[in-house]
């Protein structure tokens, strides 16, 4: 079955998800390794943001449990919840701001939440910071609704550094980003692996992978095609990832090394059966992430 | 728009004030007005039921509301031992002497606890035991009017009033009519040894004093509401004394349509009822201006009874049945009168439109 | 056939339970909310102030109007049956006790439920409520009980001022049709009007707002995903609210006077 790492930060042990009577994870177990860049890739509908969603415990999978540091989600105190939000953030597809807030308040609601201690002099300083990181020059007093899909995306993403937290989840960061903000955003990926903290990213843009990504996962079809270090999945010759690959490989390679870890190739425990294969059918056209 | 959401907390704020600020108001308004924060002083009586007198019932005094019973209870004498309050501005009125009385409606509308002051100097001290009238304490300060007890103007009692000797009349006038018919059932039967002239003169008494109280009943008519158990009592007297009236009619009337057992009598010359027939009708006279009399007194009667409404179809019934049976001593009698050989014999009476009917028809008006 | 009807029956015993779960978790928020000093305390100005102050204006027509059609219909009809005082009752049975509370439920779930339920669906199919789990705020604690609270507390001021216009305001009003003299108009009001007439016409609103509040929320939150889901659950949020409503009025009715 899985990898056996040495400190997940985030495990899920044989995850099912079900979305609108259609199965979109199907016992899905990987381990995300604690301070490392892993990308998860995966055609349209194969179920990317179904497992982003469900390790940042957004979705609570019908079976199978999902850990935080050998945790079980399912499991938290409303403290150890609070705590374990704390030190995640998610940035959604469509960045998901709220629209009836101004953009100081959806930078400032997290730090109201978890430093309430923070004077509002004190969070506007530290919304200014993170603005600044990301590159948004925009008011503060606008709403979502007047900016651009990539100021918006910026916005996001300055609401998931606020907190400066040790694991983020990031869904599709680069849509809608023109070339000067997709750079930007690189640095910040950047220099949150360089910080230490974990990442977890869906993308489908293989220049980020190739540049960010010290870990792969790929999925297909709601099951785990494949997961390990970048060179390993790459040089590996699966056929469910193989396309994948291919394109990673066109690239060539990376001038870092990689970290320690053998190559882990998941394949399914047992063939799906009759109505999972149907599902699959349904779950392509069904999920858009 | 942008007003309101910036002045939210302001606006917000003055639209909750306001309202709780009116509500407390409004129940003020109610506190004051039902007398939540007046103080009470607490009294005691007893009476011998406690109908009529559960908790909350006001107690009035001249038409006001001064206080309301508290609490009732059933004593080991089976006695109802009742606290009641007064309140504060009535209280001086609770003088030595002052007594409750429990006043029932007549036609059912309920009943009054009515609160009469003691004619005394002394304000009685909170807690006092308070008499109801019809206890003996209660009737002692009555009979010694320590008590200021109002005259009852209300109509109801002023009707009742009238109509008590009205319905004795015509309850006595019946007895005598009936004496009298007993006599003539005797007379016809042979039997009748006595004096028919006395009997005459006993019943002409009766028969005067009716007029009058027919007279008194017609001021009656305006005021329309009656005490319908006495006035049930009264009338089933006067029913009892129709229904022997009706009992002697049937027996008069056998008796003349028996003519083997009438005729031989009627010859007899020595037999009573010669001298019955030879008085030129004056006997005759005599009844049949009574059994008028009667007649225009249940008229009355049905008059205010008519305008006692629909609530007492059982008393039109009775009257109904008193006036059908009088009608039947009148033709009766009239038959008598063309007697002897029943010359023109007993009158078919034109139906009268029923008593009864016309008060429930009166209601749809 | 049976089958189907199981199913449907166990669909339907699931969703109440759901529904119920939700009330439950709403209520027990609702407790941890004055506790703690929440962000909430502005969506719960902002809630009262559209579902309550903004529905004055339309409220205060309504209770203006019927109060002065019964005032001026009363003393016309009433004195021909001897019935004058009827007045009184029939104005505190309907604006106070039974009409004044329902009205203004009608009048706040057609603003404001649709509203909730449309806001709340919104937010759900552009992942706002994920946003918010996302950064530990819990959506029923942040976006229901303000909402729970403030249509609670809408409805009973509301209800507050349809009593005062309903019985006060249309005096005034009938003053300029009809004149009734004040003294002997307020007196008679005030002794007819008992507070447990006034406790229950509150005590409806209270619950009328709890049912509006929960329902609208809880279907604002069925939507999934399509944005097609929103109009079908602001729909679905009036036609429940009023049920539940016009039912939870009669059982309180029937246990008042049965």
């Not at chain 2, 409004?26 to 009470?40: D, E, M, S, T, Y």
């Not at chain 2, 305006?222 to 049930?232: F, K, S, Y």
């Not at chain 3, 699931?14 to 909430?40: A, H, I, P």
């Not at chain 3, 996302?134 to 976006?143: A, C, K």
Request: hydrophobic share 45%.
């Amino acid at each position: 079955m899985g990898e056996e790492a040495a400190n997940p930060v985030i495990e899920l042990r044989s995850v099912t998800t079900f979305s609108g009577g259609y199965q979109i994870l199907k016992d899905v177990s990987v381990s995300f390794i604690e301070g490392a860049t892993t990308a998860v890739l995966g055609s349209a509908g194969s179920g990317k943001s179904a497992l982003l969603k469900t390790a940042a415990g957004l979705v609570v999978p019908d079976s199978g449990s999902v850990l935080f540091r050998g945790a079980s989600l399912a499991s938290f105190s409303e403290d150890e919840e609070r705590y374990f939000r704390s030190r995640t953030s998610f940035v959604f597809q469509d960045s998901a701001l709220w629209a009836n807030q101004t953009i100081l308040n959806n930078i400032a609601l997290p730090l109201r939440v978890h430093r309430h201690w923070m004077g509002e002099s004190e969070i506007a300083e530290r919304i200014r910071e993170v603005l600044a990181r990301v590159g948004y020059d925009e008011g503060l007093a606008l709403r979502p609704a007047e900016l651009s899909a990539g100021e918006q995306k910026l916005v996001s993403i300055a609401r998931a550094l606020v907190l400066d937290p040790e694991l983020v989840f990031l869904d599709e960061p680069a849509s809608g980003l023109d070339e000067d903000a997709k750079e930007r955003v690189q640095e910040v990926l950047d220099s949150l692996r360089d910080a230490g903290k974990s990442v977890l990213l869906v993308t489908n843009d293989m220049g980020w992978v190739h540049r960010v990504a010290d870990r792969i996962v790929i999925i297909r079809d709601g099951r785990i095609a494949a997961a390990g270090l970048y060179d390993e999945v790459v040089a590996s010759e699966v056929p469910e990832t193989a396309g994948l690959v291919a394109r990673l490989r066109a690239r060539g390679a990376r001038a870092r090394n990689a970290p320690e870890s053998p190559v882990t190739v998941v394949r399914p425990a047992r063939e799906p059966s009759e109505g999972e294969r149907s599902a699959d059918n349904g779950a392509d056209e069904e999920r858009g992430s | 728009m942008k007003f309101r959401i910036k002045h939210a907390d302001r606006i917000v704020g003055l639209f909750v004030l306001v309202a709780v600020g009116l509500l407390c108001a409004i129940v003020i308004l109610l506190g004051a007005n039902q007398r939540w924060f007046a103080k009470n002083y607490e009294f005691k009586s007893r009476f011998t039921s406690g109908t009529g007198i559960p908790p909350g019932t006001p107690i009035l005094m001249r038409g006001f509301q001064i206080g309301k019973i508290k609490k009732i209870t059933l004593t080991e004498e089976n006695q109802v031992d009742v606290v009641f309050d007064i309140y504060d501005t009535y209280y001086p009125k609770v003088r030595q002497h002052s007594i409750l009385e429990l006043s029932v409606s007549p036609i059912g509308l309920g009943s009054q606890l009515l609160f009469h002051p003691g004619k005394g100097e002394e304000v009685l001290a909170e807690g006092s035991y308070i008499p109801a009238a019809d206890t003996a304490e209660g009737q002692a300060v009555i009979e010694q009017e320590l008590a200021e007890i109002p005259p009852r103007d209300d109509t109801v009692s002023r009707l009742i009033a009238g109509l008590n000797p009205l319905l004795e009349n015509a309850s006595r006038t019946l007895v005598t009519v009936n004496r009298t018919l007993t006599e003539v059932n005797r007379a016809l039967a042979g039997q009748s040894t006595g004096p028919l002239g006395s009997i005459v003169g006993d019943v002409s008494k009766a028969a005067s004093e009716l007029p009058r109280a027919v007279a008194g009943a017609s001021n009656l008519i305006e005021d329309v509401e009656g005490r319908t158990d006495a006035l049930l009592t009264e009338l089933q007297g006067i029913l009892a004394s129709v229904n022997e009236v009706s009992a002697s009619l049937a027996k008069a009337a056998k008796e003349m349509e028996d003519p083997t057992g009438l005729v031989p009598k009627l010859l007899d010359p020595k037999g009573s009822l010669k001298t019955f027939l030879d008085d030129n009708n004056a006997l005759y006279n005599k009844v049949l201006g009574m059994m008028g009399d009667v007649e225009r007194s249940i008229r009355s009667l049905r008059e205010i009874m008519g305008s006692l409404s629909s609530e007492m179809p059982k008393i039109a019934s009775l009257l109904e049945e008193g006036k059908t049976t009088l009608q039947k001593t009148q033709d009766v009698l009239e038959g008598l009168a063309n007697n002897p050989l029943l010359r023109k014999g007993i009158p078919e009476r034109q139906e009268q439109q029923s008593l009864y009917r016309s008060i429930r028809e009166g209601d749809f008006q | 056939m049976i089958d189907s009807i199981g199913k449907a029956v166990r669909g339907k015993l699931d969703s109440f339970l759901y529904g119920l779960g939700f009330f439950v978790s709403v209520l027990r928020e609702t407790g941890r909310f004055f506790r703690r000093r929440q962000v909430g305390y502005k969506v719960l100005v902002m809630q009262i102030l559209f579902t309550g102050f903004e529905a004055l204006r339309i409220n205060a027509v309504m209770s203006l109007g019927i109060g002065a059609a019964i005032i001026v219909i009363g003393t016309s009809l009433l004195p021909q049956f001897g019935q004058s005082q009827l007045l009184y009752t029939i104005l505190i049975i309907v604006i106070t006790r039974e009409l004044g509370p329902l009205l203004t439920a009608f009048v706040v779930i057609a603003r404001s439920g649709t509203a909730i339920a449309t806001e709340l669906g919104t937010m759900v199919v552009s992942h706002e409520i994920e946003a918010y789990l996302s950064v530990g705020v819990n959506p029923i604690s942040y976006l229901v009980v303000p909402r729970f609270l403030g249509m609670v507390a809408s409805m009973l001021i509301l209800t507050i001022y349809f009593n005062i216009f309903g019985l006060l305001g249309s005096f005034l009003v009938v003053q300029v049709v009809r004149p009734v003299g004040f003294q002997e108009y307020f007196r008679n009001l005030l002794t007819t009007l008992t507070v447990s007439d006034i406790l229950s016409g509150l005590g409806k609103s209270v619950i009328f707002g709890a049912i509006t509040s929960v329902v609208a929320t809880y279907q604002g939150f069925s939507v999934t995903r399509a944005s097609t889901e929103i109009p079908v659950a602001g729909i679905r949020a009036v036609g429940q609210s009023f049920m539940l409503c016009i039912l939870a009025d009669v059982v309180i009715t029937l246990m008042q006077y049965v």
